[in-house]
């Protein structure tokens, strides 16, 4: 897992923060690369937020996002919200794991910012909860960027 975990929190905690070291790329309009993930226990619940910093090998390349998670959950729901030039912005939103979020433009090289958020209700499969991502355009680099970062509150 490429994220590094930090916490200035004393004691234990049902929150977790983690953040990005290095940036992470594909150009791969099939293929998922992990941007985190975290375990999740049978019937447990939790939210997450993160706020990704991206950029892409040209404009008209999209970031796209979906959320994997164990067989059987009780409730999911995810949304990204994705700038899509350095005006304009795209909301979207998923009930179930294997939902591609599409933002269907950048801005090339321009950093610009997505927050992904959620909630999950598992079912009585454990497992791993995993945020991916993927270029919208096959051979377009799409790169998150160093700093991006995400937390977990488990309920």
């Known amino acids: 897992m490429p994220w590094t975990h930090s916490t200035n929190l004393k004691g234990p905690s049902m929150l977790r923060l983690a953040r990005l ?35 892409s090998g040209a404009n008209n390349t999209g970031l796209v996002t979906t959320l994997s998670g164990p067989a059987g959950p009780q409730a999911v729901l995810h949304n990204l919200v994705t700038g899509e030039s350095l005006t304009t912005f795209r909301n979207l939103t998923a009930s179930s794991y294997d939902t591609p979020l599409i933002g269907t433009s950048s801005a090339g090289s321009s950093v610009l910012r997505a927050q992904v958020s959620g909630t999950v209700e598992n079912g009585a499969n454990a497992g791993n909860l995993s ?16 700093g991006s970062w995400w937390q977990v509150l488990q309920h």
């Open 21 to 55: 070291p290095a940036a992470l790329s594909t150009s791969s309009s099939t293929s998922w690369l992990t941007l985190f993930t975290t375990p999740l226990a049978a019937q447990q619940v939790l939210s997450f937020a993160a706020e990704l910093y991206f950029s």
């Open 131 to 146: 945020l991916r991502f993927r270029s919208e355009v096959a051979g377009t680099a799409v790169t998150v960027l160093r």
